[in-house]
């Protein structure tokens, strides 16, 4: 696999869109794939391909933003869904784990089916940032707990049973998330 | 990625957990598994000791803040030592700073217990 390669790259064609993690996908690399994902649906694109055929592992954040894209994608009634593709034993067991095997469409790399459109390596285009080895930027702390707290509450919103999992971890990020933003008001507030 | 480890050792009324690789998703179970039994034979002080740890995903993070709230609510507590750099970033970045105890010397961590 070409260095260049290694993060997150995406493609789209044929009204889809192809998405492919290389390394770990974490609550470091998911935010540039969250806004991307958006901006898709966002073009009419309700079909998203998640290639883990190289990816090393997820962390529950990054599970839990393509959850939210699958969620989306349900709510909307568009008839679009997540097929997460070339999955390997180890992500088999995590997308199981969450609950996540019922709100996705899962092929492991033995049952995935060839889809007539699939872009060539060279159409595929790295997203910024996503390579969690060489970070280019320092990671925002509002942005990352925001993303970790949404990204938990699309876990529990796609499976009840991941609440005892994630409760103490939500409370802890509503917690701060609300300090947060009583804070910013008082300082608006306080502003003559 | 290297595999996950844990080795524990006994000191005075403290449970010492040496960790080491990749704390994710997938072995993060283990240290739950671990942790608990702890619990359940009544040892609620830990010492978790981080130096050979080279990851740390968010569910392992949000696994120690609801360990270290159980050990609490017995009298005992869950503490990091030697958090590497990179985790420690990350730590601080998210607050966890703000809720779990952080040493960087193994007397600190285990006379902490002492004197609170």
Redesign the interface.
């Known amino acids: 696999m070409a260095e260049a390669l290694k993060g997150i790259s995406v493609s789209c064609s044929n009204g889809e869109v192809f998405v492919r993690v290389v390394g770990?996908g974490?609550?470091q690399n998911g935010q540039p794939l969250r806004r991307y994902a958006l901006e898709m649906m966002g073009h009419g694109y309700h079909q998203f391909i998640i290639d883990l055929g190289q990816c090393?592992?997820?962390?529950?954040?990054f599970?839990g933003m393509l959850a939210g894209i699958g969620l989306r994608l349900q709510q909307d009634n568009r008839k679009g869904q997540v097929h997460v593709v070339e999955v390997g034993p180890?992500n088999l067991?995590?997308l199981q784990?969450l609950g996540l095997d019922r709100l996705f469409d899962v092929q492991t790399t033995n049952n995935f089916q060839v889809r007539e459109a699939v872009p060539a390596d060279a159409d595929y285009k790295r997203l910024p940032d996503t390579d969690i080895a060489d970070l280019t930027k320092?990671?925002n702390?509002n942005d990352?707990?925001d993303l970790?707290l949404e990204?938990?509450d699309n876990l529990i919103r796609a499976d009840h049973r991941n609440v005892d999992?994630?409760?103490?971890?939500t409370k802890?990020?509503r917690e701060?998330v609300e300090k947060r933003a009583a804070n910013e008001q008082k300082r608006k507030d306080d502003t003559p | 990625m290297k595999d996950f480890r844990i080795e524990r050792e006994t000191r005075g009324n403290v449970q010492l957990v040496h960790l080491s690789g990749s704390l994710d998703m997938y072995s993060f179970t283990r240290l739950e598994t671990q942790i608990n039994s702890l619990f359940h034979q009544g040892q609620y002080c830990v010492v978790l000791d981080c130096r050979d740890l080279d990851y740390i995903g968010s569910a392992g993070l949000g696994a120690l803040i609801g360990f270290a709230k159980q050990a609490r609510e017995h009298s005992g507590d869950l503490k990091l030592l030697n958090v590497p750099d990179r985790i420690f970033k990350i730590i601080e970045l998210l607050g966890f700073t703000k809720v779990l105890e952080v040493h960087t010397g193994e007397d600190s961590a285990l006379e902490s217990f002492t004197a609170s």
């Open positions: 770990r974490t609550f090393q592992g997820m962390d529950s954040t599970l180890r067991e995590l784990t320092p990671l702390k990352t707990a970790m990204a938990h999992r994630f409760q103490d971890l802890f990020l701060n």
